[in-house]
């Protein structure tokens, strides 16, 4: 079974760029998850889908950030304009239904730089 | 708001140590707990998990317990091995908001 995919994996922008990172589940997978993880820090959700609805954005900067999951399958996660506190790394996950008896499945992250 | 603090790393021992990392928890609803695993250059995995109190999660050698009266999940194992050197995400998942939430993370390095 293959699992989560990310690409890219390493991405290094200036301020006030953008950037777009994607995301493709596990097949079969209902929920998706976006993560920010910080250096020194454990994942923050930023955003959940299920299917193609967000179930949760309550802690997405939406002045800059944004999300989408066209189709209920793979997923995009864009910064616009970027800043130097949005280095992290940004982790797509996936789950088959969202329920907390589900494992969620991690991808190998995108490492962001912002200089 | 939800909540988990883990015990500041990092933590080093040698092999065949007996292995302690503390974790607790504040949640609205009845959460589940889990312990995530980051092995060097690899992905988050799930290493074990308890829904409910009293629940005992073990996976590997490892074993916590979810105790509702002290609000904690503690990682245990009885013998490290130099391969168990990673960071330890304690986690919850809180059944009444449906969110997740991570702890700050604890890093293990086992010596030969």
């Known amino acids: 079974e293959a699992g989560v995919a990310q690409s890219p994996r390493y991405k290094i922008i200036e301020k006030r760029q953008s950037v777009a990172f994607w995301c493709n589940p596990i097949?079969?997978?209902?929920?998706l998850y976006w993560y920010q993880q910080i250096l020194g820090q454990g994942p923050k959700l930023l955003i959940q889908f299920q299917n193609n609805g967000v179930v949760d954005d309550s802690q997405l900067p939406k002045d800059r950030f944004s999300a989408e999951r066209l189709k209920g399958v793979d997923s995009t996660l864009k910064i616009q304009p970027a800043k130097l506190e949005d280095s992290a790394v940004y982790l797509c996950?996936?789950?088959?239904?969202?329920?907390?008896?589900?494992?969620?499945?991690f991808g190998p992250g995108t490492r962001l730089t912002v200089t | 708001g939800d909540s988990v603090t883990q015990m500041e790393g990092p933590v080093t021992l040698s092999e065949e140590a007996f292995l302690t990392i503390n974790c607790t928890y504040t949640?609205?609803?009845?959460?589940?707990l889990f312990w995530y695993v980051q092995y060097p250059g690899e992905g988050l995995q799930l290493l074990l998990k308890a829904t409910k109190a009293d629940d005992k999660g073990s996976n590997k050698g490892f074993e916590a317990t979810y105790r509702k009266e002290t609000t904690s999940f503690h990682l245990e194992k009885g013998s490290v091995q130099v391969s168990d050197s990673a960071v330890y995400f304690c986690?919850?998942?809180?059944?009444?908001?449906?969110?997740?939430?991570f702890g700050p993370g604890t890093r293990l390095s086992v010596l030969p």
């Open positions: 986690a919850l998942f809180d059944n009444y908001g449906q969110n997740f939430v």
């Open positions: 097949s079969g997978h209902a929920t």
């Open positions: 949640a609205t609803g009845y959460p589940s």
């Open positions: 996950a996936s789950s088959l239904s969202g329920r907390a008896r589900d494992e969620q499945y």
